[in-house]
């Protein structure tokens, strides 16, 4: 079993729509989670930081940990063309420099 | 623009060659990452330096080996590479002051390397 699953998509929605980005994992250690935005050829742009369970709102994007069921979301509204690129959660824990990530899922908004 | 550089963005080499591939951090941190990403594969972790020391190196083969000779400033030195080698080479920073805390880490655009 990976340590971070993430379906690779790709997953197209309509321009406006709200967009909904899953991971699961398996390690009950990770405490710190990260999603990243990449455009193709471009390196991985941090979107949203949290530490451990809770919700966390920056802009048009939420992203939620839930713990106990060990499931990490990100949401974006009013998604718009821009948004199209591959989504990268990633996680760690304390006691190592080890960031895991999941396999990215591929969005396309179309206008 | 970001505040990790990656240089050179394309790189072609032969399977007997040597190149480096050089980053830059403008951030202040003390922690630096070599990561490759291959298609549809997570990205791999390759090393981990935390104040100039080599603390993560991840069943890496040889023919990779990095030098951090500052906390600002990562290389990755390549010598007689495969073609399975070929990918895109990120560089990442983070302000990790010991591995009791985290912060996010934060990454340049990356070298895509070609083997041939």
């Known amino acids: 079993q990976k340590e971070v699953e993430q379906d690779p998509g790709p997953l197209s929605v309509p321009e406006g729509a709200i967009v909904s980005l899953n991971c699961t994992y398996s390690?009950?250690?990770?405490?710190?989670f990260m999603w990243y935005r990449q455009y193709s050829r471009k390196g991985p742009e941090l979107l949203m930081y949290?530490?451990?369970?809770g919700n966390k709102e920056d802009g048009r994007f939420t992203a939620q940990v839930d713990k106990s069921s060990k499931y990490i979301s990100l949401f974006i509204r009013d998604s718009q063309p821009s948004d199209s690129a591959t989504y990268l959660c990633a996680m760690t824990s304390s006691g190592t420099y080890k960031y895991i990530f999941g396999t990215g899922t591929r969005l396309k908004v179309l206008a | 623009e970001t505040g990790v550089t990656q240089t050179p963005r394309h790189l072609v080499m032969g399977m007997t060659n040597k190149k480096s591939l050089k980053c830059e951090q403008h951030l202040g941190h003390n922690a630096m990452y070599w990561y490759k990403q291959s298609a549809k594969k997570p990205l791999e972790l390759m090393f981990v330096?935390?104040?100039?020391?080599?603390?993560e190196n991840n069943s890496v083969p040889s023919r990779f080996s990095p030098e951090c000779p500052n906390s600002s400033h990562l290389f990755l030195h390549l010598h007689t590479l495969q073609p399975e080698d070929s990918a895109l080479y990120l560089c990442a920073s983070s302000q990790a002051v010991d591995r009791s805390k985290h912060t996010e880490a934060f990454f340049g655009q990356g070298t895509r390397l070609t083997v041939v």
């Open positions: 949290t530490y451990s369970s």
């Open positions: 390690n009950s250690a990770f405490q710190y």
């Open positions: 330096y935390n104040f100039k020391e080599q603390t």
